[in-house]
């Protein structure tokens, strides 16, 4: 069948790590599925409000992917001047040349409110996939009564953890299937078994553009066992990277935390491959890409219960800890450390590629796809 995947995250040459996780599930549907996608954004360099939309085509592999960049307006109506060009976009080049059979939209709002929109318009099918706890779109009441509107009216409903389902149903109470993210496991293998170094390695990935990640919460752990010979390696950048960066020297283990900057996805692999175990210590997770990542790699992972890293991590594969509490943390990190042996890198990697495949994640999706185009027939 022929999918529409609606999105305004998704990587470009500008933000390469943006979105990676739709465009991993657009490139496992593609080995079944015709995939389009649509990644449309403002341009909020200048402000041209009565300008035409843009767009670029760009054929990856077997998916088809349209950029369309609406210039900036005024207050108020910039929204919908940024959901109508993009309405326009799809009603012209895409539609009008092409029998759509599904229309999958990530994210309630834009895309989401935007596909529950064309379904009503041209009788198209639309399913959403939710990434983001539901009252974190709630920046204004038109924003709520969007999201409210595309939660009730979409086709189908999918989350990425069953915790996050768990937060729609209580704004809807409707039938939402998990399905959980993917990864392309081509990219992630075991280290080396030789290369092995005598002090311990330890890392976190994440944007700090806020304290979501708990990058603050590993830094106080560290200090709380500054005799163990460890090295934190840190990897993502923001505007409180020097925050972070003071708050290590402060607490007297900035020799101990090695702060990378941006990690590229080609380089990803690296990072990994240096790591004795991974750590999450966030405040939220509807998910948890970094944890299925780091155990294609064979690492266990500590992760704070908050969200999405309880369904993934088991005994066998790591450690869970409690929110906020880095004297928790300093814990579980000792314990990795002197039980280190005893887990499995083989066994965590094959946890993962069976529960995470792509072959898993594309039987679960058309299941839902199929399922919808025969309720509404």
Known sequence: ???????????DSRIKWRGLFIRDQALALSEKHEIIVVYFRVDYTRLTPFSKYSFEKR???????????????FPVINQLKYLNDTYRFIKKEILGKKKIDIIHSHLSYPAGFLGAIIQKREKIPCILTEHSWIAKYFRSIIHRLCVLYTLKNAGSLIAVSRALGDDVNRYCKRLVNVVPNVIDFKKFSLPDPMIRN???????????GNYRKGLDILIKAIALIKDMDIKVHIGGDGKYLSTFRGLARELGVDGKCIFYGEIKPESIQDFYSGLDFYVLPSRDETFGVVVIEAMACGLPVIATRCGGPEEIITKETGVLIEKESPQELAQAIKYLAENLDSYNRKSIRSYVLEKYSRNRFTESLTEVYQELLRNTK
């Open 1 to 11: 069948m022929t999918v529409l995947i609606l999105t305004h995250s998704y990587p």
């Open 59 to 73: 054929e990856k592999g077997k998916i088809t992917e349209y950029e369309v960049t609406t210039g900036k307006s």
């Open 198 to 208: 005598t002090n311990l390695n330890i890392g976190i990935l994440g944007g700090m």
